[in-house]
């Protein structure tokens, strides 16, 4: 032994391959999901994230779409024990061999977002996105042009899947407010989303046309002219996006170092407080004293009232 202190994703990886390599788990089994070995092992998300990514990475999981991350193969260990044989020569019906699903680009576009909101943008690409619907690379070049493309049509499949009312309330900071936090929920619910929208190069994201129609709207409605309603748009759409990098940021440096914000944070402690110490930021020693806890949902919550109020005061203005 040399002391070392086991990482806990390591742990939790060691755990799931015995239990593939004894045929616990058999090929085709779905594996605990991220969020079930957070409530399992008591671990951060990035941290169960980090355990699936290195057992697709030895090969023994695959994310299937609409299923989950199951078994790939036979475990290299102890078999659980033969199947009950099925066949027709003997009077029972025989199993009929699986027909591969067709190709489409509903298919192609679900597995890259299921590779994305598991192991992050960086992991998509066209060969990752084939081998997980067991297909030749080229093939997929039949419904996408290119990885850009996949890519627009990821942002605008998971924008689609929580659309915006058809009608806006009356209230326009309560119909502000609810446009707003929809999309922060898009965000949260897939980390890459934020960093892969570009304001200043915008993408071609049909879902993302009536954000955009609702806030004009909205604005023009009490008397702010186009230009400025849709400077308003990009202000606050830009605000949520901006918080909501640091969701893919921090996944991605929870899975390279093992430690997640807390953890990193306690390692950065003893040299803070040695700065403190010194007495020349006593507003920062207050602080440290009594505690603060980064929420990034308070944070949203918290910036955009303030902006709405700022919108306010304009309107009352005008």
Not at 53 to 68: C, F, N, Q, Y
Not at 271 to 288: K, S
Request: hydrophobic share 45%; proline share 6%; with cysteine.
């Amino acid at each position: 032994m040399d002391g070392k202190a086991v990482p806990r994703y390591s742990r939790i990886v060691g755990e799931l391959r015995r239990r593939i390599e004894t045929g616990e788990l058999a090929p085709g089994d779905r594996v605990p999901s991220t969020r079930e070995i957070t409530r399992q092992w008591g671990v951060a998300m990035a941290t169960a994230t980090k355990v699936l990514t290195e057992l697709r990475r030895e090969g023994m999981v695959r994310a299937v779409p609409g299923v989950g991350t199951v078994v790939a193969a036979a475990p290299a260990g102890p078999a659980r024990g033969p199947r009950p044989a099925t066949a027709g020569r003997q009077g029972g019906r025989a199993e009929a061999p699986s027909v591969p699903s067709a190709l489409t680009l509903g298919r192609i576009v679900t597995a890259a977002v299921a590779v994305a909101d598991a192991e992050g943008l960086a992991a998509v690409s066209m060969r990752r996105v084939a081998a997980e619907l067991g297909v030749a690379t080229m093939s997929l070049y039949r419904h996408v042009t290119d990885k850009d493309d996949l890519l627009t049509r990821m942002m605008d499949m998971v924008i689609a899947e929580h659309p915006l009312p058809a009608e806006a309330p009356e209230d326009w900071r309560v119909a502000i407010e609810l446009a707003c936090r929809r999309l922060w929920d898009r965000f949260r619910r897939h980390p890459w989303l934020a960093p892969a929208l570009s304001v200043t190069r915008p993408q071609m994201v049909i879902s993302a046309l009536p954000y955009s129609e609702w806030m004009l709207s909205v604005l023009h409605s009490r008397g702010v002219d186009l230009h400025t309603a849709f400077t308003a748009h990009l202000m606050l759409l830009n605000y949520a996006r901006g918080i909501a990098v640091n969701l893919e940021s921090e996944r991605e440096a929870e899975a390279y170092s093992g430690l997640d914000s807390e953890q990193w944070m306690d390692t950065q402690e003893p040299e803070f407080l040695e700065i403190l110490a010194t007495g020349r930021f006593p507003a920062l020693t207050r602080l440290a004293t009594a505690g603060y806890d980064l929420d990034l949902d308070a944070l949203f919550e918290f910036g955009l009232q303030r902006l709405l109020d700022g919108l306010a005061a304009l309107l009352d203005r005008g």
